[in-house]
């Protein structure tokens, strides 16, 4: 089990920048670890995602804004926000997903980004 604990959203002006971080209760290294958002009246989406290797896929409506990292000796996971625009308002997701044994598929409690225009 790995519970996952966001944190870093807020109130910001379009253009401004904020850094979320996922903080989980357990290892992350085994997993995929990933950022989603929904907005009000919207299907959930990826935001990005960053691989037990490194490897990162960002959507293409964040692709040169917005940054995934993580840090496995912390157990926590990070997305940089630049540049924010007033689409990017939802609740941000943190997801920890393994397809392979041991599977898992963990979500945070979301924590609200809020651009103002």
């Known amino acids: 089990q790995v519970q996952l604990v966001e944190s870093g959203g807020g109130l910001v002006q379009a253009g401004g920048s904020l850094k979320l971080s996922c903080a989980a209760s357990?290892?992350?290294?085994?997993?995929?670890m990933g950022w989603y958002r929904q907005a009000p009246g919207k299907q959930r989406e990826v935001v990005a995602t960053?691989?037990?290797?490194?490897?990162?896929y960002h959507a293409d409506s964040v692709q040169g804004r917005f940054t995934t990292s993580r840090d496995n000796a912390k157990n926590t996971v990070y997305l940089q926000m630049n540049t924010l625009k007033s689409e990017d308002t939802a609740v941000y997701y943190c997801?920890?997903?393994?397809?392979?044994?041991?599977?898992?598929?963990?979500w945070g409690q979301g924590t609200q980004v809020t651009v103002s225009s």
């Open positions: 997801n920890a997903n393994r397809r392979s044994f041991p599977r898992g598929d963990y």
């Open positions: 357990g290892y992350i290294d085994i997993y995929t």
């Open positions: 960053i691989t037990n290797g490194g490897n990162t």
